[in-house]
């Protein structure tokens, strides 16, 4: 009698118990091992308290549970469940990551606007400081040559905050030798520093002294928005001489700067020294333009360090080879000055001090932050002089001069479009129709849908138009 058959004979309930398979041998092979039978009792599932697992196991090994495997049971969801509670973990790293993202752009952003007000004040208020030294100071070429000369102070100051940053170790001479590379692998000769600065010192010069020369002849407000016609000037020279990409809206930015060229020219009837001072302002746009198309050529994409040494060379050629024609026009007594006690020092530093913080922020805010932020920089110096002379100076803008800097910085606006803007704004105008055709989908189904209920009250069914 089986033990089944004792249970029921001493009244007891009866109990299945399900025996693992015990390997079969065949006649003449070796019986197995301890441990193969001990590896064979350690593959059954192993059953917990409540025997539940065991249960759910055997359960789902009978019916082919599909991609069950042996000991997925309940607390393997539990287990689950447990290893799902690290995620937040991770979400929330990665809202850090995103809040941190955001928070540098929304840094960069506001560092870009203050750079802007920075520019444009600066600039504002190197002009305006021009127009007060003219009062008692009637010497254009010796202030553009006495400001040029600062430029000395950029590789000192570029040098001073890249220590206080990164705390280097070099010495001025070894990183203004390793800047020097920019002329080439042998460093700076002076073949080349003849050779490379001079074209460049000397454009630098007629810019400056045309645009003193300008304001000499017209309002600030005048003399800064035919500046800003040398971002059309850039744009021409570097499609015919760069090959820089065509782009139709930006010759028609350029037609419009030459079309406030004209007008303002027109302003006053094409005489007088509304007209010369038109002419002096466009000379100088011109000339910053090639400089800037020259720079981009031989500068390529250098870094600040190059760049700062480039421009203190600048200020040393300025200061060894251009002294010589103020000393002439001062024996010509064509800028005579006087002595040197009488010149207005405090206007001249000044003077000079703004023009370097300007140049310094025009290099370094294009590093820092976006270049499209300093254009608009300089083009806010427009309104900014108007300001001043209306409120200081009491200037009366006629309408044509009003329509004339409107076309202009209308223009320079053009300019600063990016080479993409047709396809991103194409893009842009799509995935507003896709989402209002969309939503017009919705309605039309949301009406249709009221108007079959309504029917269905009332009774009455509705036949669509064929």
Known sequence: MTSSEGVLERGEQPCIRLEPLKKMHLPGKATPTGGSCAALIDSSPKVTANGVHDIEDRILRITGYYGYNPGYSSHRKEDGSES??????????????????????????????????????????????????????????FIS????????????????????????????????????????????????????????????????????????????????????????FVFLLSWIVLKDRFMGVRIVAAIMAITGIVMMAYADGFHGDSFVGVALAVGSASTSALYKVMLKMFLGSANLGEVAHFLSTMGFFNLIFISCVPLILYFTKVEYWGSLSSLPWGYMCGLAG???????????????????????????????NAAVDVLKHEVIFSVVRLAATCIICLGFLLLLLPEEWDSVTLRFLANITDKKSEEHGEELTDSSVNTRSRSRANGAVSIPLA
């Open 84 to 141: 799902h509670a690290e995620t937040p973990s991770s979400e929330t790293s990665r809202e850090i990551r995103s809040y941190q993202t955001c928070t540098n752009t929304a840094l960069k952003v506001l560092g870009g606007l203050l750079m802007v007000l920075c520019v444009s004040s600066s600039w504002v208020g190197t002009t305006q400081l021009v127009k007060l030294t003219f009062q008692s100071f009637s010497c254009p070429f």
């Open 354 to 384: 703004l023009w370097l913080v300007f140049n310094i922020l025009v290099h370094v805010g294009v590093v820092l932050t976006y270049p499209i932020l300093i254009s608009i920089g300089t083009l806010l110096s427009v309104p900014g």
């Open 145 to 232: 040559w006495f400001s040029s000369n600062w430029n000395i102070l950029f590789f000192p100051i570029y040098y001073s905050g890249h220590v206080i940053i990164t705390r280097e170790k070099q010495t001025p001479i070894q990183k203004f030798r390793e800047c020097s590379k920019l002329f080439g692998e042998e460093g700076m000769t002076l073949k080349l520093f003849v050779k490379r600065t001079a074209p460049f010192s000397i454009l630098w010069t007629l810019t400056n002294y045309l645009y003193l020369l300008a304001l000499k002849k017209l309002t600030a407000t005048d003399v800064s928005a035919l500046y800003c016609c040398h971002k059309a």
